[in-house]
């Protein structure tokens, strides 16, 4: 198995990338697990943010290190929460938390007849610290937010994200769905391909 530093210690995204990755003879390591710090995140675009973060795992680790930078964007919102989506609350005044985040975007939504939202996805890979070409795959899946929650599985917007194609929310879908549909799957797939015409 090849040794991956994870440039995050967010247990949701830990499973679902290793899921995705262990196949393909990686191993994914949480960067906390080797003592790094969380990175700054103090950029205004995903994928600014994602090689920053992977940057720093790298530097810290010496290890190739994966970071991704993710989100949700509401068409209604003029694309917030956006690159703020784990902090949309605080940011507002609120608390740092899934429910107080999603409890914003309803109330914000509240009338709203286009409630089209997609969650966004940059991933990138860097070989070393100083990389100077890292990999990096864009992921974007569509969908609608709804006004009350359904479904336990997935993390942060999952429940009061609809997908109309299934008729269920990202909480609805088993990991096994998600992990082949999601934003990060077609990011990683993105990247993958990269990967393996190196
Ligand atoms: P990041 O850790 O800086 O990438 O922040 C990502 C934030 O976007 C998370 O804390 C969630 O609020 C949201 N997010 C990203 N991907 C997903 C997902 O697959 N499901 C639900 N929320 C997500």
Redesign the pocket.
């Known amino acids: 198995m090849k040794k991956l530093v994870l440039a ?1 210690n ?1 247990a ?2 830990l499973r ?1 990338f290793s899921a995705l990755l262990a196949p393909r003879g990686f191993e994914l390591v949480p960067q906390g697990v080797l003592g790094v710090p969380e990175a700054e ?1 103090p950029h205004v675009t995903f994928i600014e ?1 994602a090689l920053a973060k992977a940057r720093h795992a790298s530097r810290l680790t010496g290890l190739p290190a994966l970071a ?5 964007c509401v068409m209604a919102l003029g694309g917030e ?1 956006g ?1 703020y ?2 902090r ?1 609350a605080e940011r507002n005044g609120g608390e740092k938390s ?1 429910a107080a ?1 999603n409890a914003l975007v309803v109330e914000r939504l509240r009338g709203a007849t286009d409630r089209r939202a997609y ?1 966004y ?1 940059a991933l990138v890979l860097t070989r070393s610290a100083d990389d100077p070409q890292p990999l990096i795959g864009e992921g974007l899946w569509w969908g609608e937010i709804i006004e009350a929650p359904r479904g336990n599985g ?5 429940p009061y ?1 609809f997908l109309p194609a299934l008729g269920r929310t ?1 909480a609805e879908l088993t990991p096994e769905e ?1 992990n082949r549909l ?3 799957a077609q990011a990683l797939q993105a990247l993958m391909g990269k990967l393996d015409a190196l």
Do not use: L, Q, W
């Open positions: 995050s967010n949701g995204k679902e995140e943010n991704d930078d993710s989100g949700v929460p690159v989506s784990a949309y899934d985040n969650y996805a997935g993390f942060g917007y999952d994200f990202a998600k999601s934003h990060r």
